[in-house]
């Protein structure tokens, strides 16, 4: 599979619950770079970028979060590339 990016917005209980600090960590694991930011409506913006099945798998971990977290959704849309040096919370 090829490199790619994704943003993601998640929704639910993701704010105040150590969500990006967490995807921060599964992504750097996976080798996929990027950011997670908080939003001022409560969701958060994740940008991920790398190869297309470690992407994947990032987004599968974003329905889920950490043990705190309540997502209700996780709406996707594929992007350019975007050249990250790493992953980082904003």
Known sequence: MSDCCVKARVTGKVQGVGYRAATRERAL?????????????GSVEVVLCGRGEAVNGVIEWLWKGPPAARVTHVELAGIDWQEHDTFVTR
Not at 29 to 41: E, K, L, M, P
């Open 29 to 41: 694991s996976a080798c996929v770079t990027g950011y997670a930011r908080n939003q001022a409506d």
